[in-house]
């Protein structure tokens, strides 16, 4: 059994940074694909970030690139995502999703793309 658990948001200032962290534990051998989401009131849950570990670039929405970072430590299992910058729009709910393999026909940029979620981490920018 797979569980994916996400940490590290908080209350933070406009300009202020986080990094979250999502724990994969169970059988996490062979994610190819892990992604972050996020889930504002009100609105549908959205892209962020996501990367394949086996070859290529992260992808990042357009929004966050130059202020989020997502890295991965495979010794402990653990994803990151460094936001820097943060403005009131990044206010949300984050998710931390994963993949073994992009299924064909599957844009990697979907929610459906993935087959494994955490409960999320809420970020919070005060203006």
């Known amino acids: 059994q797979v569980q994916l658990v996400e940490s590290g948001g908080g209350l933070v200032q406009a300009g202020g940074s986080l990094r979250l962290s999502c724990v994969a534990s169970?059988?996490?051998?062979?994610?190819?694909?892990m992604a972050w989401f996020r889930q504002a009131p009100g609105k549908e849950r959205e892209f962020v970030v996501a990367r394949r570990w086996t070859f290529g670039s992260p992808y990042y929405t357009d929004s966050v690139k130059g202020r989020f970072t997502i890295s991965r430590d495979n010794a402990k299992s653990t994803v990151y995502l460094q936001m820097n910058s943060l403005r009131p729009d990044d206010t949300a709910q984050y998710y931390c999703a994963a993949a073994r393999s992009l299924r064909p026909g599957t844009n990697w940029l979907s929610s459906t793309a993935y087959d494994y979620w955490g409960r999320g981490t809420q970020v919070t920018v005060s203006s």
């Open positions: 169970g059988r996490t051998l062979n994610f190819d694909i």
